[in-house]
């Protein structure tokens, strides 16, 4: 009795002490699932971490492009197109751009040029730099004319007297604004003309106009303004004050003028 009983302790302390092992095997499966959980939690959550910084990078607007814009080498206007003589293409596009260049006007102008190629299309980048040769704008002639009137010349350079009229124009007749002028040593771009008309301080009248970019050359380019018809009546005459200017884009004034004129019922009677 006492032997079956030792048999039965011993047999259920086997059974225990398996029982107990397969807990604990059990345990640390359990124990590795959850720290295989946490593992792929936490490297899931690492990798959507470093999803968004790059989604921070990408949108990141001081990060530099992975190919930056060549410039190209400084070369002369007149060097440029020397060069491009050659190439039926290069040479159309630089008429397009710049029309018939002179080249005894351009000198040694350094004029650095890039180039940029998209669908087959030459595009030209010009960069100006303050140190290079400005180009210089001289108005040679400004005048207005009058149909069946001698044109009124206006002087250049002029000085303003605000005690006489600098002209003097008839009501209700007609005229345009001709006027000339010579571009050296660089390509002027944006050149605007503006004329801007007072009467007893306030503003009656102000003009602009984009006249374009012009390329240098010795021959005189000579631009018409629209035909226009001068105010009439009795309130329309009397004198005026009027700004004219011609600036570049950027901002360069190459004539700018104060000056007085009348409009009255009848032309003077000199015809001047």
């Known amino acids: 009795m006492s032997a079956a009983v030792g048999i039965f302790s011993a047999s259920k302390q086997d059974g225990l002490k398996k029982n107990e092992r397969n807990n ?4 640390g ?9 946490v593992d792929d939690n936490e490297t899931k ?68 040029i890039c180039y940029s190629r ?3 299309v030459l595009n030209y980048i010009f960069v100006m730099k303050a140190e290079m040769e400005a180009a210089k704008v001289k108005i040679e002639r400004l005048s207005i004319v009058c149909r069946g009137r ?28 001709k006027f ?18 007072w009467k007893i301080g306030v503003r009656v009248e102000k003009t602009k106009v984009m006249l374009g970019t012009f390329s240098p050359r010795k021959d005189p380019y000579t631009y018409e303004l629209e035909e226009e018809t001068t105010p009439s009546g009795l309130f329309a005459r009397g004198s005026y004050s009027a700004t004219t200017k011609f600036v570049d884009d950027d901002g360069k004034a190459y004539l700018y003028m104060n000056y007085h004129f009348e409009i009255k019922k009848n032309w003077p009677s000199n015809k001047s």
């Open 45 to 112: 959550n690492n990798n959507v971490d470093d999803e968004n910084e790059i989604d921070e990078e990408d949108d990141d607007p001081k990060l530099k492009p992975e190919k930056e814009l060549d410039l190209g080498p400084l070369l002369s206007l007149k060097e440029q197109l020397e060069k491009d003589k050659d190439n039926e293409s290069l040479r159309r596009w630089n008429e397009q751009l710049l029309g018939s260049v002179d080249m005894s006007a351009l000198g040694g102008t350094v004029f650095p």
């Open 118 to 120: 998209s669908k087959h």
């Open 150 to 177: 001698p044109d009124i010349v206006l002087p250049i350079p002029f000085v303003s007297n605000p005690k006489s009229s600098l002209f003097i124009l008839k009501e209700g007749s007609r005229y345009r604004l």
């Open 29 to 37: 499966e359990e124990k590795n699932n959850n720290k295989k959980f």
């Open 24 to 27: 604990n095997e059990d345990a």
């Open 180 to 197: 000339s002028f010579t571009v050296s040593h660089n390509v002027v771009s944006g050149l605007n003309y503006t004329n801007t008309v």
